[in-house]
Each structure stands twice: as structure tokens, then as C-alpha cells.
């Protein structure tokens, strides 16, 4: 029986331009039947302003000139004031005892949503429930995404020793938590997180956009590798671009596509040549999902270099498109590749071994395309987009009973 | 002879080097200037050399502010006046070469430039090869010539995908300095002319301060009761390679010889080491103690049994120089000058970069053999008094001014 009542929901913690990821995701909920509200600082894009059952909330943005935002935070701020004094005085308390500018930051945040309800507001990031950790007050139901960097590596940071507390903070008033591998669920674990609360739905990829060319690419020379990841330290580019290296000297003709950009982009491109691999290895930069596509398709073998992970999306996206996939050992990346089966695990930081199983794929093309139609097979299984939508509508939906 | 050293921060920790210059060419009586974007008086306060010479403040030239934008356009009938009341003529020829040259954005120049303008230097030098893309015009506005120094970073990823990044500065710098041969061949690697003048000047440290007396290597270290105690030190940066060093104490760990090792510094890296100790299981054996003032890191010096230095790109580092004289043997990488730093086999190990087991075995070597980290040493501080003086360098400066300045234009 349908409920007479749309599902009302609320994301929050996000910022345009959005994740592929999350704009799949928020489509797919949209296309179910939610009511979506995304709750941002800036404007979305013009391809988002009509869409059906997706509306916008607007936060005053806190890199404004300081008059347009007092400005506009004293107008949410007098609109709280009068249409719902009682979430008034719980935002209001919810600021207290930082200093005035912390607490204007704290009204800034809130006060847009004093009067409003939702059946559920979902966090796609940990930073986002920590950041609007006020809307805790609303009494919503509330859903937290764990995707990775939160939970792998800033808890280990020395600056930011205070995030382990937000964490536990969140993770108790969160009525179910969304973990995207089995491996980031037991790190969270640690920060508190109730495995019970815990549900495991791993990314997904839309397998009829990806998937391997319709005729093969001709036979040839070579080893043509290809990653995809942003040029950050996290994605341990250094270290595949050695195993490269230690390739080509082993004989194996390769070349390396890096698709993505980012805060690295130097260390990557100095590496490249000081390895001697400006002839063999393309920055490829930041590509659109077709080029991406595009791009897997020509491919031979997806490497990933992660010292860590959640889960790699790229690596499924790869794995669709019927690659082989030579993995670190990292986060989830065992949940979605199984060593011999759709690929090789090796360790994290080891490009010799990384090397090795390179080599050992450039040897036996039979081998290669073995992996690759398990690889596509397993998305089908595991990642295809449409069980991971209905997944998530479950997991909201009950967490909205709680 | 007015000499201006153009740099973006002074004075800096990290850049202690130039303090150095800077102060040893006062001392010898030059008429040296420092121009810089930012000068913060918390830095003034480590450098009590700097403080007690009242003419070096006066000599710092901090530029007029380019942020925020609006405040710029204000500022510059002020900065244009304050130019033209004391130098009018240097005033008339930057706006008459660089109207002709660039039209109307000479008035923004202008307004970056000011306090070269009023300075009005014969020898303009910039510090790092970076800063003098983009201003090679200042030798003819200003009149000026130009002395360009390569340190590391700016020949090693600055502009790589851009085969003429330093063109300019090939064809109409005076003269270049570099730290040493392998600067001078990557240099040539990226275009520049091996008939360029130059000079191979490599750093040079306070050999006075970083004095450890005598001291003695003596105990076998690596061992429980007594672990061998390794130290870094420097900026928590991707090209420090802190992840490579910390993959040998990982080995070493696992091969049963004990550690205890510290990283001095700071910076965004910081995250990535913390990370890494995690990952590798070091958090016993690892302390990310932050920066250190100079009289600290000494301390750390003489404690250590060894210094690690596993960089992929380096210039030369000072702070293995420094080690060498405290007495402390180092074992490095062999990223640029670090092989014209260190003596391979005489002052310590030079191994190649980006090869954990190879830092391993040569800390492990001196973890077992006490008598060899006592002779490492001993050579590392003889190595530094013959080689690195601060007074040779100082007069390897002044002989390139003057050379430079001697030249017919």
C-alpha cells in the first residue's frame, strides 16, 4: 500500500557542483517517489532547476562580502524568530558557548531550516552531519554516509584531534549509518559506530553506460594501463608510476593514462620525469564520464594505487567495462576484487609486487580476458545501480521509522 | 654597488639560508638590500642575530599589498608619488620603457614593483628561479642587472609541462646561480644555454653553532634496551619522501632492529606521515614533534645516532649539512645535490631514492657498528669546515656581483 504522503527528504552537508555518485543517487530517490530537498550555499546549476520532486534550500554562504551574508543571516535568523520559536530557541542553544563570531556562523547554518520538517535528512558525507550537527535538534531521523578519507585518515591527523568526538557524536544521535564497504563499517567501529546501526551498501555504476566496447580492440603490442583518481597523495600515484618503471625495465612495452586532476598534479609530473616516463605516461586531467568510458574502453588493465580507500568507484566503473583490475589491498577494494578472480591484490606500497602482477597479466592475454569478463559479471552482480537505489530506499525508509 | 635579494617571505625558518647570505654581505660592508611580499615579526623573533644588527630592519623591504584588490588600486597614486619624490629618474625610466613595452599595465607594475623602483639596485637578484618568470623586464626598466638562483623545486617540477618556462630567463639573466652540478645539468636539460654564465655556489651553514664538541659514538644500537635513534628533519612535504623513510624503520622493525625516530617539521604532510605511521604499525616508534627553533633541532643532533634523509627532490639540504656538522653521520637519498652533499661511504650513505630497503640496510649497517657512525662523523664535520663555510660562500656571492656588475651591458 503507498503511502497518501510523499517521503520528505532532506540532504544536507553537500556542495555543487555534486559527486556523479550523489546525482545518481539523488535521481534515482527522486525517481522513487521521494520528495528531495538539498540544502546548499550556493545556487544548483541550471540543470538541476527543474527537475521534478527536487527542491532547494538555501544557505547563506560564508565566503559572501560580510554584508550580503549578515544581511541574509539576519533575515533567516527574524524568519525563525516568527514562524517557529521553538526550533529557534533550540538553534540558538545549540550556539552557544562559542565566541559571537562562531555562534553568528552557528545561526547562519541553522537558521534556514527552523520551522521545517522531513521524514529524514541524510548526510552523504561525515564532515556534512558534523558541520550541521545542529539539525540533530530537529528531531528528524537522520542518516550519515561513511565513504572514506573521514574515517580512513583525518581521525589520524594530529591537527584535528577533536574529529573523533564529533564522529561519536554523530554516530550516536544518527538513526542508521550508510557504510560503503564492509572495511570502512569495522574502522567506523572504532569511532563509535554501533555495527547495528550499520548498514553496508556498496557504490554502484550504472552498467548499461559502462560497459566494454561492442567490438573488441584489434590485437597489439604492449600493455596499455589506465587510473583514475585525483592527483592527491591518498591515491599513491608515486607508487604505480614506480611499478611502472620497474615494468618497462623488466621488458613489458606499457603506457600509463592518469585521468584526474589535482593538489599533486606537480609531485605526479615531476615523478614522471624523474622515472624517465614522460614518452610512456599521459595526465590526462579531469574527463567527462563518456571520455572516461571512452578511454577504459582502449584500455588493457585498470591499475589502482590507493594507500587508501573506501571503496573505488573508478575501479568498478573499470571493472564494468570489462577490465582487469590490478588493486592495492586497501579499505573495501577486497570486497570488490578477489584475488585471480577479477583481477590481483597486492600490497599497499609495494610497487615491486605491484610490478610483478603486472607483468604477469602483459604475459597471457587469455588471462586478462578471463578477469575482465568476471569483472564485468561482478558488477552486475554486486554494483549495479538499480539494486543499490532500491537499497537505499529501504535503508532510508526504515531508518524513518525509528 | 646596491644589491636587492628578491624573495617572498623573509626572514623564514625554513629559508635560514638567505638570513645568512643576507647578514655575511652586510658583515663584509656591501650595501645589500631584501625585498619581500610578507614579513612577520613572529619570525623576526627566532633570528637574534638578525635582531641585533638595527641596520638589517632597514634593509628589509616589504612590497606595498596586492590583497585585497580594491585597496591596490587606492594605494598605487601613493606608491607612485612616494617613487617619483625620491627617484624621479629611475621613476621616468621604468614608465617610459614599460609604457612602451606594455602600454597601460604599466601602472599595475609599477604598483608590484614600487619598492624596487625606489630602491633602484645594480644588481637585482632573485633568490629562486620561480620568481623571475614573468619579470625579466625589470632589467631594463630598472637599469639593473639580474643574478638568478636555481635551488631545487624550480628545475625540478616548477613549469615542466611548459618547454619554455625559463626561456626569458636563459636569454636575459646576467648570470645564474645554482647549489651545484646537478642543478647545472637540469638546467641545461631545460633549455638553458651551456655557455651561460654561472656559478656553482653550494650553501653553507654555521659551522660555530652547529658545533657538537667532541663527541662519541660508542654504544651498539638497535637493540631493546638501547634502539637506534634516527632523526629527520625538515618540512613535512611530498618531496621530502617522509613515507619511503618511514617504510625502512618499518623494516628494520620487522628484521628485529629497534628505532626510534623523529620527524622535525612541518606542513600539509603532516597528515600523510601521521597516516603512514598508522598504517605501518609505527606509533611506538615514531614522534611527529613539529618545528623545532634551530637550538632545538641542535639538541636532536646530538642525540641521534643517525640522520635520514630519504627526499626525491632535493637541492641540497641544509639541514644534512648541519648534521655532518654536529658529527652525526646521515643516510640519504640520492635526489639531486644530496650525492654532492654527502660523501657515499665517507660521511654517511647515499642510496637511490624512493627504496625503503636500501635506506634500511645502511641503517642497520650503523645501528651494528658504532666505530663507523664515530669516523662518519668525525669526516662529516671536516667535510663541512673545508667545504661548506659560510665565508667562502659569502665571497663566492660577492665575487658574482661584482663580476656581473663589472660586465659591459
Known sequence: ?402 | MKIALLVPSFPKLSETFIVNQFLGLLERGLDVHVVCQHSLAAEWARFPRLLARPDARRRVHVCWPHEPRWRAAFLLPAAVACGAARRPSGVARYLRRGASERGVDVLRRFYLDAELIRLQPDVLHFEFGALAVGRMYLKDWLGCKVVVSFRGYDLNYVGLDDADHYREVWERADALHLLGEDLWRRARRRGCPADKPHSLIPPAINAEFFDPGPRQHAETAGIASRPLRVLSVGRLEWKKGYEFALQAIKLLKDRGVVCDYEIVGDGDHLEVAAFARHQLGLEKEVRLPGPLPPSQIKERMLAADVLLHAAVSEGFCNAVMEAQAMRLPVVTSDADGLPENVVNGGTGFVVPRRDPAALADKLALLAAQPSLRQQMGEAGRQRVLKQFRLTDQVSAFEQLYARVANRAA
Open chain 1, 1 to 402: 500500500m503507498a503511502d497518501p504522503q510523499p517521503f520528505r527528504l532532506l540532504i544536507a552537508g553537500v556542495s555543487w557542483p555534486l559527486e556523479t555518485f550523489i546525482t545518481r543517487l539523488i535521481h534515482g530517490l527522486a525517481a522513487a517517489g521521494m520528495e528531495v530537498t538539498i540544502a546548499s550555499k550556493k545556487n544548483p546549476p541550471p540543470d538541476w532547476a527543474a527537475r521534478q520532486h527536487v527542491q532547494f534550500l538555501r544557505i547563506p554562504a560564508a565566503n559572501s562580502p560580510w554584508p550580503v551574508r549578515l544581511l541574509h543571516t539576519g533575515l533567516v535568523t527574524v524568519r525563525a524568530l516568527f514562524r517557529a520559536p521553538g526550533d529557534f530557541r533550540r538553534f540558538a542553544a545549540n550556539a552557544e558557548g562559542g565566541g559571537w563570531h562562531a555562534r553568528l556562523q552557528c545561526y547562519r547554518r541553522l537558521m534556514p531550516f527552523a520551522g521545517k520538517r522531513w521524514n529524514l535528512i541524510y548526510f552523504p558525507w561525515n564532515s556534512g552531519a558534523i558541520m550541521f550537527d545542529g539539525l540533530f535538534e530537529l528531531r528528524c531521523p537522520v542518516v550519515v554516509s561513511c565513504r572514506g578519507s573521514q574515517i580512513n585518515l583525518a581521525p589520524h591527523d594530529p591537527n584535528r584531534a577533536q574529529l573523533r568526538e564529533a564522529l561519536a557524536t554523530t554516530f550516536r544521535h544518527a538513526a542508521a549509518v550508510h557504510c560503503v564497504s564492509e572495511a570502512i563499517r569495522n574502522e567506523a567501529t572504532q569511532y563509535g559506530l554501533d555495527p547495528a546501526k550499520a548498514r553496508v551498501i556498496h557504490p554502484a555504476v550504472d552498467p548499461d553506460f559502462f560497459q566494454p566496447a561492442a567490438t573488441p580492440p584489434p590485437a597489439r603490442a604492449g600493455l596499455r594501463l589506465i587510473t583514475t583518481g585525483s592527483l592527491v597523495w591518498v591515491k599513491g600515484h608515486e607508487y604505480a608510476l614506480s611499478a611502472v618503471r620497474r615494468l618497462v625495465d623488466r621488458g613489458v612495452d606499457a603506457r600509463l593514462d592518469i585521468i584526474g586532476d589535482g593538489e599533486e598534479r606537480a609531485r605526479v609530473l615531476y615523478t614522471i620525469h624523474d622515472l624517465n616516463l614522460a614518452d610512456r605516461v599521459r595526465l590526462l586531467g579531469r574527463l567527462h564520464p563518456e571520455a572516461v568510458r571512452d578511454r577504459l574502453r582502449e584500455a588493457d588493465v585498470f591499475v589502482l594505487s590507493s594507500v587508501s580507500e573506501g571503496i573505488s568507484n573508478a575501479a568498478i566503473e573499470a571493472m564494468a567495462c570489462g577490465l582487469p583490475v590490478v588493486t592495492t589491498d586497501c579499505g573495501g577494494m577486497s570486497e570488490a576484487v578477489s584475488h585471480g578472480v577479477e583481477g590481483l591484490v597486492v600490497p599497499v606500497r609495494d610497487p615491486e609486487a605491484m610490478a610483478g602482477a603486472l607483468a604477469a597479466l602483459a604475459a597471457d592475454p587469455a588471462l586478462r580476458a578471463k578477469l575482465g569478463r568476471a569483472a564485468r559479471e561482478r558488477v552486475l552482480r554486486q554494483f549495479d545501480l538499480k539494486h543499490q537505489i532500491k537499497s537505499f530506499v529501504t535503508l532510508l525508509t526504515d531508518a524513518a521509522r525509528k
